[in-house]
């Protein structure tokens, strides 16, 4: 089975060939980046319309890496929700355009689904049961994973994000755009000494999270300082201090989600899971306690289309299917995904 996987939810058009078999036969990515730099953010309108330009080359792209053409695909897989609506149109339209002018299944596939499968991409690779802390620009979530499509949400960020955080924070300290990677960057320079952040909610029980708390630390701790004293290395401590205390946050839920399931497995996906320290604490602590963590390789954990031709070829295997009629949904709970009423053969690991 090809399966095509279209990903428009935000600011990056992403496409990608899977097969049932052989496993990732070719992908490509378009990242809007540069177009939404000036602005200081994503601008909805703008992010929509690059992807009804890119699209469609992008899908000719991969098919030709590929070897195959249009007539090679048995269905096609797009980003419904969530995300930015204009977007999500964008990729839904054509998907299912296509899928009807082919005649071929096309089948609507939750983004953080998407995310929270790429690891099973690789090799080696976890097995169901496992634990997800789901990290990125728009969600913190740590959720109890049975099988495809049995999640189960253990904890939620009652505020920002820790991507969220990560950008807001670096634009108070002045970085480009975008800002969590760049503040990441700037944090490998800091001297970890210097300052000392909350750990949000790690004081009570619970696996909830709070991060809107560090930003305005962060901005405090900035104003203490007189104006001609605050140089880079001044910036470079915030942002160590913040990066320290969001991984430290995420170790510890996590630790605690592990042991209050027992289970032995720590999938951790989206954006922020590419942060090199938050890899590093976890796969640490993880071993500490006899548990093993696991992580989507770097291009898997920002947007890509991969993860959604991935999770699209599971759910058609397992005889889903839906009606020519479609829409896409914004705001979409994790928790609303139902599971296929057959399960998946097991799929293969990626082919690239």
Same mark, same amino acid.
């Given at each position: 089975?090809?399966?095509?996987?279209?990903?428009?939810?935000?600011?990056?058009?992403?496409?990608?060939?899977?097969? %049932?078999?052989? #496993?990732?036969?070719?992908?490509?990515?378009? @990242?809007?980046?540069?177009?939404?730099?000036?602005?200081?953010?994503?601008?909805?309108?703008?992010?929509?319309?690059?992807?009804?330009? !890119?699209?469609?080359?992008?899908?000719?792209?991969?098919?030709?890496?590929?070897?195959?053409?249009? #007539?090679?695909?048995?269905?096609?897989?797009?980003?419904? =929700?969530?995300?930015?609506?204009?977007?999500?149109?964008?990729?839904?339209?054509i998907g299912r355009s296509l899928a009807w002018g082919?005649?071929?299944?096309?089948?609507?596939?939750?983004?953080?689904?998407?995310?929270?499968?790429?690891?099973?991409? &690789?090799? *080696?690779?976890?097995?169901?049961?496992?634990?997800?802390?789901?990290? @990125?620009?728009?969600?913190?979530?740590?959720?109890?994973?049975?099988?495809?499509? /049995?999640?189960?949400m253990l904890g939620n960020s009652l505020d920002d994000?820790?991507?969220?955080?990560?950008? !807001?924070?670096? !634009?108070?300290?002045?970085?480009?755009?975008?800002?969590?990677?760049?503040?990441?960057?700037? $944090?490998?320079?800091?001297?970890?000494? +210097?300052?000392?952040?909350?750990?949000?909610?790690?004081?009570?029980?619970?696996?909830?999270? @709070?991060?809107?708390?560090?930003?305005?630390?962060?901005?405090?701790?900035?104003? %203490?300082?007189?104006?001609?004293?605050?140089?880079? /290395?001044?910036?470079?401590?915030?942002?160590? $201090?913040?990066?320290?205390?969001?991984?430290?946050?995420?170790?510890? !839920?996590?630790?605690?989600?592990?042991?209050?399931?027992?289970?032995?497995?720590?999938?951790?996906?989206?954006?922020?899971?590419?942060?090199?320290?938050?890899? /590093? +604490?976890?796969?640490?602590?993880?071993?500490?306690?006899?548990?093993?963590?696991?992580?989507?390789?770097? &291009?898997?954990?920002?947007?890509?289309?991969?993860?959604?031709?991935?999770? #699209?070829?599971?759910?058609?295997?397992? =005889?889903? $299917?839906? %009606?020519?009629?479609?829409?896409?949904?914004?705001?979409?709970?994790?928790? %609303?995904?139902?599971? *296929?009423?057959?399960? *998946?053969?097991?799929?293969?690991?990626?082919?690239?």
């Amino acid at each position: 089975m090809n399966v095509l996987g279209i990903e428009s939810s935000c600011d990056e058009t992403g496409v990608a060939l899977y097969n %049932d078999r052989a #496993g990732l036969l070719a992908q490509g990515l378009y @990242s809007q980046v540069r177009l939404h730099a000036e602005f200081g953010g994503v601008v909805p309108e703008l992010a929509s319309r690059d992807h009804i330009r !890119k699209a469609l080359p992008l899908i000719r792209q991969v098919l030709a890496d590929a070897g195959l053409g249009l #007539g090679d695909l048995d269905g096609i897989a797009y980003t419904a =929700g969530p995300g930015l609506v204009g977007a999500l149109m964008v990729g839904a339209s054509i998907g299912r355009s296509l899928a009807w002018g082919l005649s071929i299944p096309a089948l609507a596939v939750h983004h953080m689904e998407g995310h929270l499968l790429a690891p099973l991409l &690789e090799s *080696p690779r976890p097995d169901f049961p496992f634990v997800a802390l789901l990290v @990125s620009g728009g969600h913190t979530q740590l959720v109890a994973v049975a099988g495809l499509g /049995q999640y189960r949400m253990l904890g939620n960020s009652l505020d920002d994000a820790a991507g969220e955080a990560f950008d !807001k924070t670096a !634009k108070l300290l002045g970085l480009p755009y975008p800002g969590g990677p760049e503040l990441a960057r700037l $944090a490998q320079r800091g001297d970890t000494r +210097r300052f000392r952040f909350p750990r949000p909610m790690t004081d009570r029980p619970g696996l909830e999270f @709070s991060f809107s708390g560090l930003k305005t630390f962060a901005l405090n701790t900035l104003a %203490d300082v007189p104006e001609a004293e605050r140089d880079d /290395q001044l910036k470079a401590d915030i942002a160590c $201090a913040f990066e320290q205390a969001v991984v430290d946050t995420l170790v510890i !839920k996590c630790r605690r989600a592990l042991q209050q399931t027992g289970w032995q497995d720590l999938v951790l996906a989206g954006g922020v899971s590419a942060n090199q320290r938050l890899r /590093q +604490r976890m796969g640490q602590e993880c071993a500490k306690i006899g548990a093993r963590a696991w992580y989507p390789r770097l &291009e898997f954990c920002t947007d890509n289309g991969a993860m959604i031709a991935f999770a #699209g070829c599971l759910r058609l295997q397992a =005889g889903e $299917a839906q %009606d020519l009629a479609y829409g896409v949904r914004p705001r979409w709970p994790l928790d %609303d995904l139902a599971a *296929p009423s057959a399960g *998946p053969d097991v799929a293969p690991e990626a082919g690239m």
